[in-house]
């Protein structure tokens, strides 16, 4: 590492694999953006971060090196090795848009990275500092391409017709002329494939799902957290170990008794297993909340006469509300999105939830499209919710649950 | 005599009121968790000692029509009164069956079937034993007077019944071991448990480091930090279907973009079929399980870093050490704890964990794991008590983790 020290040494490195990251994020940006074809030039990006990373050493300013970066690209363009390549069919514009994008993702990020860096030798400190800021660079870079792509893909892809798809993977740009003809698979989901039943079939067995889970943990919960009786630590544990049981083991004997009884096939089955794969979350989580709410409060209660029970509900749970927010998104999140014994015990399209009607869309009759519509109308509720409470969902997932 | 007051011993009533309390308000809990829990993981043990299939789920009944021929119009008109009876299992028998009906007033059985007897307006046939496949048809001469025309009742319309008992496989003393032969037997049951532990070391470890890189790089204050930080749950609260098949489609080797953009980008020369072959897919599917669970652990070695005190830091600061130092000196050690935690319950998780590979290649191409496998054996081959043999072996792995992460999590988080 010690051999790397130098501003010049350390900085065309930097340069060299920050640029190439840009490139292939421009490449990749400006493909599915246009459908056209780019590519990342690896002789162009080499070149074109040696100088600049060599030159955006400490005491140059921005523009310089905006100057350079803008220098270089240009001139590697014309001359045919560009850090961002053009496949045939590409516009004038587009190449000038590349050029542009490819001088400011270059240049400003690597003034910012070797902003300290001497020439010669670096210290420990201003080259760890380099590295640091760097592999944030390519950090923020990669974790918003790898979460932000299959998002984006899903969502286009909803909007595109087959063939347009088959011809170009590539193309995701909207055909605005469509007008309303973009949203077609959405209206043929929710026309022909009853979809708005399985939103309000989903909306029913999650909402319901959470006001079972919680009449039933927080009584739970509270004697778990507060009571002292025999046998309470290993019933704390054994919550625990219940809610690591996979669910694939389970659901073999439910099948089999929900086949017997003719339970199977009805939303009231759903309604019925559902809050039972949630309470033990619930329950852990919200025994982990009452344990930190002070004793005294409640037994200032007990001695002006209220029942545990007038406790509990007077004084615990409207101190716990920012738990029973947290526990009941995170429930509703699970009852949502539980596909496995919604896909084992329900054969009957018209009693279908929302993640079962699309499994049903995975056919290869039905168009990708459709699928992906399917897909869209699944995340975007549990997505709006979550984005609009998020600050209870990452307490509440934070406070003691690991399921997944 | 002296008396010391010593405190009382036992428990007082008190606090027996107190633990009666305390049961009461977990009874339900008890009750529906160990009804859908615990019964089932009975069951499930009980059922990978039968040799069951998905058809036997069905017991055999006897099947039973009634109908009068002869379409009588006048009283003294001849009719015939017929049974069709069938066994509704081609290879099971039924035994001890009794048929009991009665008969509409007016129509009375000139000659009665040697099997069946009348009393009153009762009649009743035994069958005896009724062998798989069975099928036979009674009829008997019946004459009709004014009193059953003039009510217009149809025969099938009365009261019938008919019982048998059938031999269940769910609950006969019948046991074998055939199933975890089976399960064990030839090469499969290791390539599975191979690729389980592929699957499960890598998806947990992989998702912890990305974890940790993530939330390294949110653990400072800057704008837009809280979209980012929405932005990179995304994979997490997203339905496992949609995001499996947004995969799917991704990754397609015919019109998947991915491919499209590779060939474009000549890294490939020739599509990938990412999710077909081996061993590429079980690649993709840790890769999947990486990106879907790295939001956790992100989130939850973020909660414990903004916990660290910022002291330390400084005091490193004063010593001179490198930012590289501090991270290996000082966060880490005081990460060690979530990060082993988080470790065990996502092992755990992973190692159970079923949709995700099923929706992805279906357990095809080499990603069987144990999971899946259970529901290949129960529902792809319809052979229940197999899959269920393979749920007790992932029980009897998860009692074992479950051991190794309560002596550690203990420790750990005081749990």
Redesign the interface.
Known sequence: MSGLRFGYITGPVIGVLWTFTVAVTI??LL??ASGD????GLIGSVLLGAVVGGFALKGRTLPMVLALAFGVTAALTVAGASPVLT?DGVGGVQIGLAVILTTLAVGWPLWKILDDCDFGELT??VF??AV?RFL?GF??VF??A??????Y??VM?SLKSQQA??Q???D?SLEWDKGWDLFRSYFELFGQFSFGNYLMTSMLVSVLTVFITL???I??A???AR????G?AA???SI???Y???????A???Y??F??TGLRNTIFGIIL?Y???T??VA?YMLQGYFRGLPAEVEEAGLMDGLS?LAVIWKITLPLSLPALASVSLYVF?IA??E??LAFMLLDDPSKFT??RG??ML?SSEIP?QH??A???I??VP??AL??GL?RF??KG??AGS??? | MTTTALPPKGTGPLAKREARMAWGLLLPTLLSVSLVVVLPLLAIFWISFKPVGLADLRPPTPVLRESLRGNPEAPGDDAQVEYRIRNSSQDKPILGVVLKDRLPEGLTITELDPRCSVSGRDLTCDFGDLEGGFRDRLRMPATVDQAFLDSEVELDETKMSISGTSDNILTNSELTFENFRRVFDGGEFWSVLGVTIFYTVFGTVGALLFGLFAAMLLNKEFRGQGILRGLYLFPYVAPVIAVAFTWVNLFDPFSGSANALLLQMGVASEPINFFGQRPLALIMVTVFEIWRYFPLSFLFILARMQSIDSDMYEAADMDGASPFQKFWYLSLPQLLGILSVLFLLRFIWTFNKFDDIFLLTGGNAGTRTLTVNVYEQAFAISNIGAGAAVAVVIFTCLIAFAVLFFRFISREEGL
């Open positions: 490449s990749v493909s599915f074809p780019f590519r990342p496949g420990r400190h760890e500092d640091i944030t950090g923020y974790f918003t790898i979460v932000a792509i299959p998002f893909v899903m892809t798809l088959l170009n993977p590539l995701f009449a039933f943990s009584p739970g509270y004697a778990v009571l002292r009786f025999k309470r019933l704390s544990r625990l170990l219940i690591m049981v996979p669910m694939i083991v389970l073999l004997p439910i089999i008794v086949s017997m297993i809050p039972v794969t309470i033990p329950l545990r999140m949502w999105n596909f496995l929302l993640t699309v499994a995975n990708r699928l992906m399917g897909a869209v699944a995340t549990i997505m979550f984005l998020e969902m990452t997932l934070t690991v399921k997944g």
